[in-house]
């Protein structure tokens, strides 16, 4: 469980990634294969700060999480310039009542039978630290570091970098 002192944070991170749809999701592959990171749909956390992926039953993704259950999860919004890396264990749950409940349409295009199909189950990813840039987009501001740079031969530090313990 989140201390207080991590409360902030915890919910910066959350707030961070709220409006992002699509995250890279990194596992360690099967016998000690190298790690294989891929772009997946991302339905969105839960009060308790659960990442929640669906994927298929069979998949590789299912073999690599068996096998070793650490992960990391990466956000990125660069019109914003918001960026999220997000490390914790991930979990394969065939709880068809969850799977209902976290299904949107738009998942049929890769899981064409549903969420009745027997082989679409959900990844879940309990977070356990962030590491978070959090950048301001204004021109001015960027304008501002840039001179500020230039200046004095000393790179921006614009923005907002933490790290947060979640578990």
Same mark, same amino acid.
């Not at 772009?39 to 009060?47: D, L, T």
């Given at each position: 469980?989140?201390d207080d002192?991590?409360?902030?944070?915890?919910?910066?991170?959350l707030g961070?990634?709220?409006t992002i749809?699509?995250?890279? @999701? *990194?596992? &360690?592959?099967?016998?000690?294969a190298?790690?294989? #990171?891929?772009?997946?749909?991302?339905r969105?956390?839960?009060? $308790?700060?659960d990442l929640?992926? @669906? *994927?298929? &039953?069979?998949?590789?993704?299912a073999?690599?999480? #068996?096998?070793?259950?650490?992960?990391?999860?990466?956000?990125a $919004?660069?019109?914003?310039?918001? @960026?999220?890396?997000?490390?914790?264990?991930?979990?394969?749950?065939?709880?068809r009542?969850?799977?209902?409940?976290?299904?949107?349409e738009?998942?049929?295009?890769?899981?064409?039978?549903?969420?009745?199909?027997?082989?679409?189950?959900?990844i879940?990813?309990?977070?356990?630290?962030?590491?978070?840039?959090?950048?301001?987009?204004?021109?001015?501001?960027?304008?501002?570091?840039?001179?500020?740079?230039?200046?004095?031969g000393?790179?921006?530090?614009?923005?907002?970098?933490g790290?947060?313990?979640?578990a």
């Amino acid at each position: 469980m989140v201390d207080d002192a991590n409360e902030a944070g915890r919910k910066k991170v959350l707030g961070l990634i709220d409006t992002i749809d699509y995250a890279l @999701f *990194t596992t &360690r592959g099967t016998d000690g294969a190298p790690l294989h #990171a891929r772009p997946m749909a991302y339905r969105k956390v839960e009060g $308790d700060g659960d990442l929640w992926f @669906f *994927t298929k &039953r069979d998949s590789r993704k299912a073999e690599e999480i #068996a096998a070793e259950p650490r992960c990391l999860v990466a956000f990125a $919004d660069p019109r914003q310039q918001t @960026f999220v890396s997000i490390a914790g264990r991930s979990t394969i749950v065939a709880d068809r009542d969850k799977v209902t409940a976290l299904w949107n349409e738009i998942y049929r295009a890769w899981f064409p039978g549903g969420p009745s199909d027997d082989n679409v189950v959900l990844i879940r990813v309990e977070a356990e630290s962030a590491e978070y840039w959090d950048t301001p987009t204004s021109a001015v501001v960027y304008a501002f570091g840039y001179l500020k740079a230039l200046a004095t031969g000393k790179p921006s530090h614009a923005g907002e970098v933490g790290t947060v313990e979640l578990a």
